[in-house]
């Protein structure tokens, strides 16, 4: 497979909602390519359209116009069984709510995907308390989401999404819940997942002071990408704010 292509590719997506007889227009006609191996940041105000592209990128949302291509393959003409193929093995979520189940102890929650997906139970037990570990929550292995703090069950989402090793991680939202420090070290860890391992992230954030951790920020304003900044775009440490005007287009002409 030709790896110039990107791993995924939103070609010209919108998505309108009809509400009550009214169009809301949650996306409108964004292009963007999800490169192998990058970290990216979807930063906007609330209702700038952050989780419905992810819904989309993820193929639990369909566009109203305009493809997603996963590896070159148009979402659309997936099957059920190509769905469930790419959800199992390919791409991880991380919800806004982060969507554990409630019965399950946080080690369950995180060991039930590798289970549907037939890992072996050595393997499984591995992994599962390695991510566990890695997120923080290895002593809390035993408790139930209702037993945890927000802050909590988001790192044990975030620990079932990476536990998979998907090619792509989609995560809406994931340091919401997270006091700074927190924060950081999740995203410190998603750098990591994406140097060691080659993953791809896209993560939703409204903290400003983590978007110098990604490889890509993509800032969303009335459901378009209003501006681009990638790693080789220089901040004003002063004004860190200032990456997004004017946009990197306009910017490298300077
Ligand atoms: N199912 C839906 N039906 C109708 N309108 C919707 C639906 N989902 C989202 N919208 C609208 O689409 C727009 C974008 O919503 P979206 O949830 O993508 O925003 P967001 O950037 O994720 O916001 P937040 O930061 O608050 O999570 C909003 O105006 C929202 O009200
Ligand atoms: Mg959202």
């Known amino acids: 497979m030709a790896s110039s292509e990107p791993l995924i590719r939103a070609d010209h997506v ?12 949650a996306v409108r006609d964004i292009t963007l390519n999800i490169d192998r191996g990058v970290f ?6 609330s209702g700038s359209g952050k989780t419905t592209l992810l819904n989309l990128l993820a193929g639990l949302d369909s566009p109203t116009e305009g493809s997603v291509q996963f590896e070159g ?13 790419l959800r199992r093995h390919r791409l991880g979520f991380v919800f806004q709510s982060f969507g554990l189940l409630p019965l399950l102890s946080a080690y369950e929650n995180v060991e039930l995907p590798l289970r549907i997906s037939g890992v072996g139970a050595g393997e ?14 290895l002593r809390r292995s035993s408790h139930r989401p209702y037993e945890l703090s927000g802050g909590e069950q988001q790192r044990v989402a975030i620990a079932r999404a990476i536990a998979m090793r998907p090619s792509l991680i989609l995560a809406d939202e994931p340091t919401g819940e ?36 990604a490889d890509e920020v993509h800032k969303m304003h009335d459901g378009k990408i209003e501006s681009t900044w990638t790693a080789a775009t220089e901040i004003d440490p002063d004004n860190p704010n200032a ?12």
Do not use: C, W
Not at 14 to 25: F, I, N, P, Q, W
Not at 73 to 85: A, G, I, K, P, Q
């Open 243 to 254: 990456i997004f005007m004017p946009p990197v287009s306009a910017k490298s002409a300077g």
């Open 14 to 25: 919108s998505r309108t909602y009809d509400l009550a007889g009214e169009k809301v227009h």
């Open 40 to 45: 990216i940041a979807l930063v906007g105000r």
């Open 124 to 137: 499984r037990s591995r992994r599962t308390k390695e991510v566990l570990e890695i997120v923080g929550l």
């Open 73 to 85: 393959r148009d979402l659309s003409t997936f099957n059920e069984n190509d769905m469930v193929e």
């Open 178 to 213: 997270l006091d700074s420090t927190n924060a950081q070290s999740i995203f410190g860890l998603f750098q990591q997942m994406v140097h060691d391992e080659g993953m791809s992230i896209v993560a939703t954030t409204h903290d400003q002071t983590l978007l110098d951790m």
